[in-house]
């Protein structure tokens, strides 16, 4: 238990879709991350909220869609995927933006599988 | 430019030593290392800063050559629950965000 909690842990769902990533941190950090985990692919970092405001996109789809009500929560809204995006999503947190010197607390992830 | 780690995988026996290289193309500021056990979170093990140092806990330890832009983790006298894939990830120059590498996937074996 890292202190960050993901929901659900898995998900399959149809191109058509729409569905929520949800996750939850009560470390009192100020920084939270998505980050997508392929088979044998290096984590790719997606977004980055600082103080609930998003300070990277890394060229992400716009079919990846983030939200950040409040420091302590961060949604990834999912609508029309491809089968391409089926992965591991991994929330992370972190005291501040920016790593450089502090480590990061990733929940365990939504294995999320388009059909 | 992510960091390249090596081996990519590697399997011992229960007491031996590993080591995995992480390097960059890039100058670096800090380098850190992470554990990944098959369904769980990636979990912190340390982060090293420029300067050359070399940190450790129990018999899992690691040096950073800022110079050659590359980081080491030894694992010494392995135990079982050392198993997992390890990552690096470097941050670089104002990067405000971490790269990370492959990962290597380790097996000890009894």
């Known amino acids: 238990e890292t202190g960050v909690t993901q929901t659900p842990r898995h998900l399959v769902m149809g191109m058509t879709n729409k569905k929520s990533l949800k996750c939850e941190q009560h470390?009192?950090?100020?920084?939270m991350y998505w980050y997508k985990q392929s088979a044998k692919k290096p984590l790719e970092l997606m977004f980055v909220?600082?103080?609930?405001?998003?300070?990277e996109n890394n060229s992400v789809p716009s079919r990846f869609s983030p939200e950040c009500p409040n420091s302590s929560h961060l949604f990834l809204h999912l609508h029309t995927l491809q089968p391409e995006d089926s992965a591991l999503y991994l929330c992370?947190?972190?005291?501040?933006?920016?790593?450089?010197?502090?480590?990061?607390?990733f929940g365990q992830g939504t294995r999320l599988t388009v059909v | 430019q992510q960091p390249v780690q090596s081996p990519q995988a590697v399997i011992l026996r229960e007491g031996e030593d590993a080591v995995i290289n992480c390097s960059s193309s890039?100058?670096?500021?800090?380098v850190h290392w992470y554990r990944q056990k098959h369904g769980e979170a990636p979990v912190f093990l340390m982060i090293?800063?420029?300067?050359?140092e070399q940190k450790g806990h129990e018999k899992i330890s690691a040096s950073f050559n800022e110079k050659k832009q590359q980081s080491s983790l030894y694992l010494t006298a392995s135990q079982l629950s050392y198993s997992g894939t390890y990552f690096c990830?470097?941050?670089?120059?104002?990067?405000?965000?971490?790269?990370f590498g492959s990962g290597t996937q380790l097996t000890v074996l009894p």
């Open positions: 992370a947190s972190s005291q501040e933006g920016g790593w450089m010197n502090t480590e990061a607390f």
């Open positions: 470390l009192g950090h100020n920084a």
């Open positions: 909220y600082n103080f609930k405001e998003q300070t």
């Open positions: 890039k100058a670096l500021y800090s």
């Open positions: 090293l800063l420029k300067g050359g």
């Open positions: 990830g470097t941050g670089s120059g104002s990067a405000r965000q971490l790269t």
